[in-house]
């Protein structure tokens, strides 16, 4: 059996290694705290080496509280790595549908709140497919209380007639971020090669401007063999009610435009002949609400009115 004065010995010797481990871990202190040990050079009684413990108990504690005061001393040096990525300031952001998506554009919207933060940066991650790979222009998150923002970011490198993943981000002034939700937009596709003869075409090109209300909607045309066309736009919350608008319709006055009707249609104003790009806006729309819309341009042929529409396109209205 183990002898007391042994085992006294054992729990000394811990002791001094747990202080050693303690100093190891902790680091670098701007203070320095020294840890000592009474050797003796002739055998000690039981009596005798239970008060030397019960000195290197005293002089351990004193050490503890030295590393205590410095740990205090340290984190109260650098709160802002501890709480980085901790989100302190309760940011909040809120990926939205894009409003205006083009060939190879697409105005990305978000709402954000910074918190308490007194700066924050918001901006769009995207890419192709399911890809999240690049990274939009940052703006600045510019009120000065907390409440949460709409903002809108153009996008311009886009591919026609390709899917698209997008996420909004926020970061504040401690670089703590905040990812929204992700969501998918799909550009318009590209200009077909056209013979320009025969038959008018119409093609989208995309949506500008967007508001709660209304919408920009940009057009070509060309006229080919046929001279003064008239634009016009039919859109609905409803997309399938767009798919047959020519085999349903003979010319935009046969369009049904009683109140509760499915459909909405818009004419441009002025004639159009040969080929150019026609901007104009539509409203009566409802906010944040996705709509589907088709470019058409009607004009004579054969002595009747008959019109031809671009593919269906969408967009979202703001908040």
């Known amino acids: ?13 811990l002791l001094v290694v747990i202080l050693i481990v303690a ?31 019960y000195g290197q108990l005293l002089q351990l504690q004193v050490q503890l509280a030295i590393l205590i005061k410095l740990q205090a001393e340290q984190t109260a040096l650098s709160p802002v790595e501890k709480r980085r990525y901790a989100n302190p300031f309760y940011m909040q952001v809120t990926t939205d549908a894009a409003s205006a998506v083009g060939r190879t554009t697409a105005e990305l919207q978000a709402e954000a709140n910074k918190g308490s933060s007194g700066t924050a940066l918001v901006w769009f991650e995207y890419g192709v497919g399911n890809s999240l790979n690049k990274d939009s222009d940052k703006v600045e998150v510019n009120y000065n209380y907390t409440r949460q923002t709409a903002y809108k970011i153009r996008i ?45 075409v119409v093609e989208s090109e995309g949506v500008e401007k967007v508001t709660r209300s209304s919408a920009d909607v940009k057009v070509f045309v060309s006229m080919n063999d046929y001279d003064n066309g008239t634009v016009f736009y039919v ?14 319709y003979d010319n935009y006055d046969d369009i049904p435009t ?9 004419k441009t104003r002025g004639e159009v002949n040969e080929r150019t790009t026609v901007t104009g806006k539509i409203s009566r729309l409802t906010q944040a609400t996705k709509f589907y819309y088709r470019a058409c341009v009607e004009y004579e042929y054969r002595s009747d009115l008959v019109f031809r529409c671009s593919d269906i396109e969408s967009f979202v209205t703001a908040n």
């Open 1 to 13: 059996m183990f002898s007391h004065t042994v085992t006294n010995r054992i729990v000394s010797q």
């Open 156 to 200: 311009s490198d886009l591919k026609p007639d390709t899917r698209y993943s997008y996420r909004a981000v926020i970061e504040d002034e401690d670089g703590n971020i905040v990812l929204g939700q992700i969501r998918t937009l799909t550009t318009v596709k590209p200009a077909a090669t056209l013979s320009f003869i025969g038959q008018p």
């Open 235 to 248: 859109y609905s919350k409803d997309r399938s009610s767009l798919t047959d608008l020519e085999d349903d």
């Open 23 to 53: 100093f190891i871990s902790i680091g670098p202190w701007t203070n320095t705290a020294k840890a000592e040990t009474v050797t003796y050079s002739t055998p000690m009684n039981n009596q005798q080496y239970l008060a030397f413990l």
């Open 258 to 266: 009683a109140r509760g009707a499915n459909l909405i249609k818009q």
